[in-house]
């Protein structure tokens, strides 16, 4: 999987989560855009589907894959800050040893 | 009522057992795990044998239903292992062996379990706790703890899960007799049951009763919530 196939996959997923979120609590659908953290509307229980839509759609893409991670809530530590540091995460995980 | 998937840890006898076969006579589709085989034989039910602690086990189950299934409705963390024995007797590796199948198997299966709740209509959580929490029982110290634990988890869990449309309760029965507390002498077990405000044993109908009413659809409002049964407070 590529690191274009994975960005394209969380942005899926983004767009997904927006589908049942007020107009004014929309998360940006870019490449760039923060996820979770100062600046996103994103609270931790909302990372919390955002990150189990992810994980299930790297599932139908035939990779089983876990986001569970001890630095997922940190404001300043965590892989899921923004798309980018999403993206390098999982892809750092697809390509550790399972 | 329309027929739904339920997974029920520790299947392979006691309560577990029971709430197996109470579901299959409802006509819903039953998954249980345990880590011994189960006697129940049913079209509608499959067996895993697998320890809840074992997270990769948990996982692996949880992938086969989610392959059989697309998913699950209701998640009943039954499984737990008793340790009856004053703390200052009680082996360390006992202790372990509590925590490992009555907090990390709960976590466990929660942990999955969510992931195969969350896009039902209807989703529950119900785990299992005990009396011997508020009643503070002497002699069952890392039992309970452990069970306190499973109380916090159940409260906490609710909080995280409610905006999924997941509700998360627990059910603590009195004594019922079961292999859990075969080796109880049955005088601190009849003590126990006369400080009941009714001083009756309970059946597992009586535990089923409860989770129906948690599994209800018209239940939706209510999570969080731990009910033990004899008017145990």
């Known amino acids: 999987m590529t690191r274009e196939d994975i960005q394209g996959l969380v942005l899926t997923a983004v767009a997904g989560v927006n589908a049942s979120r007020d107009a004014d609590q929309q998360l940006p659908v870019t490449p760039d855009a923060l996820v979770f953290g100062p600046g996103s509307p994103l609270d931790s229980l909302g990372l919390v589907g955002l990150l189990v839509d992810i994980e299930d759609a790297l ?24 798309v980018p540091t999403l993206v390098a995460y999982i892809d750092e995980l697809l390509a550790s040893p399972a | 009522m329309s027929a739904r998937r339920i997974l029920v840890t520790g299947a392979s006898r006691g309560i577990g057992a029971a709430l197996v076969s109470r579901f299959l006579e409802a006509g819903d589709t039953v998954f249980g ?16 044998a697998v320890d809840v602690a074992n997270e990769e086990a948990v996982r692996g189950m949880c992938n086969t239903i989610r392959t059989a299934a697309g998913g699950l409705d209701v998640l009943i963390n039954n499984a737990g292992v008793a340790r009856m024995n004053a703390l200052a007797l009680t082996p360390p590796e006992d202790a372990r062996q509590v925590v490992d199948t009555n907090v990390l198997g709960v976590f466990n299966c929660t942990h999955q379990g969510i992931r195969l709740l969350r896009k039902s209509p209807c989703a529950r959580i119900v785990n299992l706790t005990t009396v011997a929490v508020p009643l503070r029982l002497e002699g069952e110290a890392i039992y309970a703890a452990s069970k306190a634990a499973v109380e916090s988890l159940t409260r906490i869990t609710a909080k995280e899960v409610g905006r999924m449309g997941i509700t998360c309760n627990a059910v603590g029965p009195t004594p019922i007799r079961t292999d ?30 409860v989770v129906e009413f948690f599994l209800r659809p018209e239940s939706r409002m209510i999570t969080g919530q731990v009910v033990y049964l004899g008017g145990i407070s």
């Open chain 2, 180 to 209: 859990l507390i075969a080796k109880v002498p049955s005088a601190k077990l009849d003590a126990l049951v006369a400080q009941q405000a009714i001083p009756s044993w309970a059946t597992v109908d009586d535990v089923y009763n």
């Open chain 2, 33 to 48: 795990c345990g880590r011994s085989a189960a006697d129940t034989t049913h079209e509608r039910y499959t067996h895993f």
């Open chain 1, 59 to 82: 599932r139908d893409a035939g990779h089983e894959v876990s986001l569970s991670d001890s630095r997922a809530m940190s404001q300043s530590r965590s892989p899921f800050r923004s």
